[in-house]
């Protein structure tokens, strides 16, 4: 269990942290406020916090399709209790690791190294040349979707090349992602093309820029077999 917060100490965040779960579930309309009323918390994410659950647009797969196709990656959000869910766990890591959000990733979530100054190095420069470079977790912290949709991160020791001013990834990076995504989603969990989604963050979209990463969406995967990938 993760400790009590120490950079926010209102009775509605002890309260919350109570309960000892990593994810609080149970997310109070006090806790929201005080969010709100952080200068910490840039506007954007003051802007969602301040939509009530029951106006959020959970996103179908429609819209994800939609916003993945014309590259509008700003238009994914969370819903204000899971993007306050966020905003507490990040505060608590980088009360906890010096190297915050970053080497928690690092040295506990992915356990690729033993401290934030030994940067992991890749068994291969190619990238998915050593599947030991590659890890499959469930996101802890998915958008705003609609049910039976499904959010993982594939992270890559290997660089993924990049190009342009904006960070895109280059043509063959992209042909790569694709034939992984094909490999290891649509035969491998064995479902269909309609029914997958990937997309990597612009670098000035990534929250965590340092390590590697890229998102996919699955619809109404088989978790038995989902499971076995995110282990």
Request: contains cysteine; proline residues 4%; aromatic residues 10%.
């Amino acid at each position: 269990m993760l400790p009590i917060c120490r950079r926010i100490n209102t009775p509605a965040v002890r309260t919350l942290f109570a309960f000892g779960s990593l994810h609080w579930r149970k997310m109070t309309v006090s806790v929201i406020q005080d969010l709100l009323a952080s200068p910490s918390v840039s506007q954007r994410d003051k802007d969602i916090l301040a939509i009530p659950e029951a106006q959020t647009h959970w996103q179908s797969w429609a819209d994800l399709q939609h916003v993945i196709r014309h590259n509008e990656l700003h238009r994914l959000s969370r819903s204000a209790s899971q993007l306050a869910d966020y905003i507490l766990w990040k505060r608590d890591i980088e009360s906890k690791y010096l190297g915050g959000v970053m080497e928690y990733i690092l040295v506990d979530k992915l356990g690729w190294t033993s401290s934030l100054e030994k940067r992991p190095v890749a068994y291969s420069d190619e990238l998915f040349g050593d599947p030991r470079d590659v890890r499959i977790l469930l996101n802890d912290f998915p958008y705003a979707m609609e049910k039976g949709l499904v959010h993982v991160v594939v992270w890559s020791r290997a660089k993924i090349p990049k190009e342009g001013d904006n960070g895109d990834i280059t043509t063959e990076s992209r042909d790569k992602l694709e034939r992984f995504v094909h490999d290891t989603f649509v035969r491998g969990l064995g479902m269909t093309g309609d029914s997958v989604l990937w997309f990597k963050n612009w670098a000035a979209l990534q929250s965590i820029p340092l390590v590697e990463h890229f998102h996919v969406l699955l619809r109404n995967p088989d978790m038995d077999k989902l499971s076995k990938l995110t282990q």
